[in-house]
């Protein structure tokens, strides 16, 4: 999440005016055990794990592609908005986004110099007594092994089971782990790839999201995967025929700047892949705590299903709850998942366990 976000939009305002698609529960999506994909049953059976409410301190690995150019959160969003300081970096630095987009800083990111044992040694000094891993951004590129999207760091990027290796080397110094998964949003998120410059020598060119396909990675480091499939697909790209930045940004600002958590209606498909990545996610790493970057639960029901998964499978392997983290919640839904406060705080005593997160500088690197 960026202050991006809260200047971009009234959050949630267009999500309630527009149409949830493919909400309904899918039979045995909760798997077996006490839960429903309700919120009345999440409520009633969930109080949080005592490990939560003594840990007082996590750190969280908030670490991705975006990071590499140094030049703060939401990069991958903003280097296709025209007028935007992002973009005039991308443009210095790497070239016109039709040519050189997201996509090719993906393949700079080598993680050459990630060593994890020592950052945790700094993490346990520091007090920490849980982990978070971050699995997957706005930007859609899964950070695990991934088995359902082949846009992940084992197959691109580091080369390495980012989120395996957090996993591993926390569970052998008896803490606790998690993951977070921002990825609900990325459908949405990436549709200024889709768009052009409005203005100026290249003004109408698309950018890369609207012209690669999986024949152009053909004999690169990309080989053999689809564009695609990254960059969710065109949702929302803007029409021919724009012809300033102004009239562009308020193109996007009303469409696919806004915050929403509903399921797109015209891409079934995105929602499908996020679903089977989730559960992935937590079937192979089984984590204490997942945090989800939504107001509420992402995806509408979709959201209900993986968190009541969760609670049921986390019952199986340990006998005890995990944290699920969203944001903004509505008092009573404060006692069927973890409410977590990005960058604030509770003004007065709160009668269930919550969460702030924050970070030093942007979400994302900014030198």
Request: aromatic content about 14%; some cysteine; hydrophobic content about 35%.
């Amino acid at each position: 999440m960026s202050s991006t976000r809260r200047t971009l939009l009234k959050a949630g305002l267009a999500a309630s005016a527009l149409p949830v698609a493919g909400c309904a529960t899918v039979p045995g999506a909760a798997g077996a055990g006490p839960f429903k994909p309700t919120w009345e049953s999440l409520i009633a059976g969930y109080t949080a794990p005592d490990w939560f409410r003594d840990a007082k301190l996590g750190i969280w690995a908030h670490w991705g592609p975006q990071c590499v150019p140094e030049f703060g959160d939401w990069y991958g969003r903003q280097m296709y908005i025209q007028g935007n300081p992002f973009y005039d970096h991308h443009l210095a630095n790497y070239g016109h986004p039709s040519e050189t987009g997201f996509l090719n800083i993906i393949g700079q990111w080598k993680a050459e110099a990630w060593r994890p044992e020592e950052l945790l040694d700094l993490y346990e000094a520091a007090g920490a007594r849980y982990i978070v891993a971050m699995a997957q951004h706005h930007d859609n590129l899964d950070l695990f092994d991934s088995k359902h999207h082949p846009w992940n760091s084992t197959r691109v990027g580091p080369g390495k089971d980012i989120v395996g290796t957090w996993e591993r080397l926390v569970r052998a110094r008896g803490l606790r782990f998690g993951v977070s998964n921002h990825g609900a949003h990325a459908w949405h998120w990436w549709q200024t790839a889709y768009g052009y410059d409005a203005e100026g020598p290249k003004a109408g060119r698309r950018y890369d999201a609207a012209t690669l396909t999986r024949a152009d990675g053909a004999g690169t480091w990309w080989d053999g995967l689809d564009p695609q499939e990254l960059y969710t697909g065109p949702t929302f790209a803007p029409p021919n025929g724009i012809g300033s930045i102004a009239e562009m940004n308020a193109w996007h600002d009303a469409r696919d700047g806004q915050w929403i958590e509903t399921p797109p209606e015209t891409n079934p498909a995105f929602t499908r892949s996020w679903v089977a990545r989730q559960k992935d996610l937590v079937d192979r790493y089984k984590p204490d705590l997942v945090y989800f970057d939504n107001y509420g639960l992402p995806l509408g029901q979709h959201g209900l299903d993986a968190t009541a998964y969760l609670y049921n499978a986390s019952l199986a392997w340990r006998g005890e709850l995990p944290v699920v983290n969203g944001k903004r919640l509505e008092p009573e839904k404060r006692r069927g998942i973890v409410e977590t406060v990005e960058r604030g705080f509770n003004d007065s005593l709160m009668p269930e366990p919550w969460q702030t997160d924050t970070c030093i500088g942007d979400w994302h690197y900014n030198r």
